[in-house]
C-alpha cells in the first residue's frame, strides 16, 4: 500500500459512525480518509476539536480496529508520537455486522408482530397488549381503567417490511 492511496468513505457510512461515536468521530474519520496516516496532534490543529476529545475518539474506533496505530518516539522530546491511519475495509466490516444485527432485531419484532393480535384502549400514550396479556386484564386498560379492543398493526409490519428490504438491498450491494 503505497503512500497515495487515498480511501472514500460514504455518506452513509460516515452517518453510521456518527450515530455510533459522535460526531468528532466523523470530523476525525473524514481526515483520516485524505490521508495515509496523521497525528493526533495534526487531527487537533486541523479541527479545533481538543486533543483529549481526539485521542479519546481515536482510542474509541481503535477499539474496534477502524483505525490502526503506530508509535514513534519524537528524538528531541523522547516523547511518543502516535500515527493514526483509517482501516477501511474493517470500517466497512463493522458497518457491515451493524447492519446484519439491525436486520437481526427488526426480523424478530416483524416476526413478533405478524404472530400476536394486539388490544388497546386507543388512548394516545396508552400501550397496547398482546392477546394473552389483553385476556388477562380482562380487556381493560391498566392505565386508563378503559376499555381495550383489537388494533390492527399492519402499518407497524409494513413499516418494519420496507426496513427489513431496504437493509436487505444494502447488504447485498
Ligand atoms: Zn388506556
Excluded at 16 to 26: R, S, T
Aim: proline share 3%.
Amino acid at each position: 500500500m503505497g503512500g497515495l492511496k487515498l480511501f472514500f468513505v460514504d455518506d452513509e457510512t460516515l452517518r453510521k459512525v456518527a450515530a455510533l461515536f459522535g460526531e468528532e468521530a466523523v470530523t476525525v474519520v473524514e481526515i483520516l480518509e485524505k490521508v495515509d496516516e496523521t497525528t493526533d496532534f495534526q487531527i487537533a490543529d486541523q479541527t479545533e476539536i481538543r486533543l483529549n476529545t481526539v485521542r479519546k475518539t481515536l482510542y474509541r474506533l481503535y477499539d474496534h480496529s477502524l483505525v490502526a496505530l503506530r508509535r514513534s518516539r519524537d528524538k528531541e522530546t523522547g516523547w511518543f508520537i502516535f500515527h493514526w491511519r483509517l482501516q477501511p475495509d474493517q470500517l466497512e466490516g463493522f458497518i457491515f455486522n451493524q447492519k446484519r444485527r439491525v436486520l437481526e432485531k427488526l426480523e424478530t419484532r416483524l416476526r413478533y408482530e405478524k404472530s400476536h393480535e394486539f388490544y388497546s384502549c386507543k388512548t394516545p400514550g396508552c400501550k397496547r397488549f398482546p392477546f394473552e396479556e389483553a385476556f388477562e386484564l380482562l380487556f381493560t386498560c391498566p392505565a386508563c381503567d378503559k376499555p381495550m379492543s383489537y388494533v390492527t398493526n399492519n402499518k407497524v409490519i409494513e413499516t418494519l417490511t420496507q426496513k427489513i428490504n431496504q437493509i436487505k438491498k444494502e447488504l447485498s450491494e
